[in-house]
């Protein structure tokens, strides 16, 4: 009953903005609806002022349901397929990963921008967007502003990805008859789920594949999206020498247990239930509600951020880190298709 009084009027709000949001998504994929709900927070919050009875379930909101989401992702994930497929993308997927980090560790020293805020575009464009972020951001602390800055900075190139790699594609000459070339270009190039779909089912569309250009990219973005675990592991064990280094007089108040992303554990032992109940025959649609309602937490989470994040804030200081995300995903475009041009994959 504590918990229902200190957090429900929070988790409420949050639960208002994001059904409508879910909706939105569910018409316009190629936007989603965490952009929706992320959007619907910032005007909200512009219009209340007075929002300090909701600030504790918004905050838990924002930060547990959001972990909760991650764990939930791995159950969509079969461990299985996922490493024979990844037979093949793994050297594409571990070269535009690299690239995306690199660049942004470079951009960040050299164009000052705020460390969490390099980290979490970097880290979004080169795994899997918001879901990365949402995996991140609670293990370098960072707060609803820096992650509604690089969600937005994310969004805005899964967007141009989605409308221009169709067509890219088709001008470098990628097989329309079959889905496989543009199907890893896609799980590899492109940085969220939902901007990865939309451009495979446009590919299918185009060329009368069925859903096969789907079916393979949606593989590639999963075997990508496990590199959230060894990423965020080193962000921890990064963050934990840091802090012993920083430690005023000897005295160090970092607690690694605390700093540790359990819930990544939970994500790999989701992964690997799902894997072990396929492998016994059980239909994957059981898990499909589970991986749903990952996502509507994802929104949720997203329209909490939303409320907490200052929108004049985002705007004047959003120059630096779109010109970081531009510069992570040309790098990754660019050494995805040299990538598979020397495997000979297109």
């Avoid at 208002?16 to 949001?21: E, K, L, M, Q, T």
């Avoid at 764990?71 to 995306?100: D, E, H, R, Y």
């Amino acid at each position: 009953m504590n918990f229902l009084k200190t957090n429900g009027k929070g988790i409420l709000v949050c639960l208002a903005i994001a059904v409508p949001s879910w909706i939105l998504g569910k018409i316009f994929p190629i936007i989603g609806g965490a952009i929706f709900a992320i959007l619907a927070g910032m005007i909200v919050t512009l219009i209340w002022k007075k929002k300090d009875s909701a600030q504790a379930g918004i905050k838990w909101t924002s930060k547990m349901l959001l972990q909760t989401a991650v764990v939930l992702l791995g159950f969509g994930m079969n461990l299985g397929v996922i490493l024979q497929t990844g037979k093949q993308s793994l050297p594409i997927i571990v070269c535009t990963i690299a690239t995306s980090l690199i660049l942004a560790w470079v951009l960040h020293k050299v164009m000052h921008i705020e460390s969490n805020i390099s980290t979490l575009v970097g880290v979004g464009s080169s795994i899997c967007g918001g879901s990365a972020i949402a995996a991140t951001a609670p293990v370098i602390d960072a707060d609803d502003d820096e992650v509604a800055q690089a969600i937005s900075v994310i969004f805005f190139f899964n967007v141009l990805a989605a409308i221009i790699f169709p067509i890219l594609g088709n001008t470098i000459g990628m097989s329309t008859t079959s889905g496989d070339a543009f199907g890893i270009f896609a799980g590899t190039a492109v940085n969220d789920t939902s901007s990865v779909t939309a451009a495979a089912s446009t590919w299918d569309s185009m060329w009368k594949l069925g859903s096969e250009t789907l079916n393979k990219a949606v593989t590639v973005k999963l075997t990508r999206t496990l590199a959230i675990i060894p990423i965020t592991l080193v962000l921890a064990l990064v963050r934990g020498r840091k802090a012993k280094k920083e430690g005023n007089a000897g005295e160090n108040n970092f607690s690694f247990k605390r700093a540790f992303p359990v819930f990544i554990l939970f994500f790999l032992l989701a992964a690997v239930v799902t894997t072990i109940c396929l492998h016994f025959g059980v239909p994957e649609k059981v898990f499909a509600p589970l991986k749903e309602l990952s996502k509507f937490f994802i929104v949720m989470a997203m329209a909490a951020i939303g409320l907490n994040s200052n929108i004049v804030k985002l705007i004047k200081t959003g120059g630096k880190p779109i010109l970081l995300g531009a510069c992570c995903w040309i790098g990754i475009t660019i050494v995805s298709l040299f990538m598979q041009h020397m495997m000979h994959l297109w």
